[in-house]
């Protein structure tokens, strides 16, 4: 475990334990090295925890991903079958009945994002760990990525769109984000 002291522009000090396990401690500028060192101290505790639980996360999050193994080829292939099967239709459905038209929809394997639209290109991307989630919330990631294309930002329109299109909507983006919680990471909620 390392730790790594940042000075600040901060009035107080404060730490978090980032995903490696090692622990990352913001002072304010002028602060002694014992401060520092008395801080870390009282915090000892903490810091096990802490690390304890980031590390647990990190294992269930491997076991979560792992579950769809995309390391040789014939995997990569498998899943790509299986998506273009999977999502192929829904793009189909969806667009159609929206009046949209993606130049190209794809398959990448990020664990940041379960989908992406890039609106100038009007092209999206779909994570290949949909294939993780039940098909209603892949429906769900399709149709959202799907509405970018008549409206770019999450504001009140687009959710209208949402409500025309896909009125489970909330129920499935709740879903989703429990299965991503299961996965290990309660820090950060998977946007799509
Ligand atoms: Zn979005």
Not at 78 to 100: D, F, I, T, W, Y
Not at 101 to 115: A, E, Q
Not at 151 to 171: G, K, T, V
């Amino acid at each position: 475990m390392s730790i790594q002291v940042t000075y600040r522009r901060t009035s107080r000090l404060s730490m978090r334990i980032v995903k490696s396990g090692d622990v990352h401690v913001s002072v304010p500028y002028g602060t002694s090295i014992a401060e520092v060192e008395a801080f870390i101290e009282t915090h000892r505790e903490w810091i096990e925890k802490s690390r304890k639980k980031t590390s647990e996360r990190q294992q269930q999050r491997v076991a979560f991903f792992s579950q769809l193994p995309l390391a040789t080829r014939a995997q990569a292939d498998e899943a790509l079958e299986r998506l273009e099967a999977l999502v192929g239709p829904m793009v189909e459905r969806h667009a159609k009945e929206m009046g949209v038209k993606p130049s190209v929809v794809y398959y990448k394997p990020t664990i940041s994002r379960w989908g992406q639209c890039d609106v100038r290109k009007r092209s999206i991307c779909i994570s290949a760990y949909v294939l993780l989630l039940p098909d209603w919330c892949v429906e769900h990631v399709v149709v959202h990525e799907l509405c970018h294309l008549l409206e770019p930002s999450h504001n009140a329109r687009f959710h209208a769109l949402m409500d025309q299109y896909f009125p489970r909507w909330r129920e499935a983006r709740k879903e989703t984000r429990r299965i991503y919680r299961m996965a290990g990471d309660d820090t950060k909620i998977k946007k799509i």
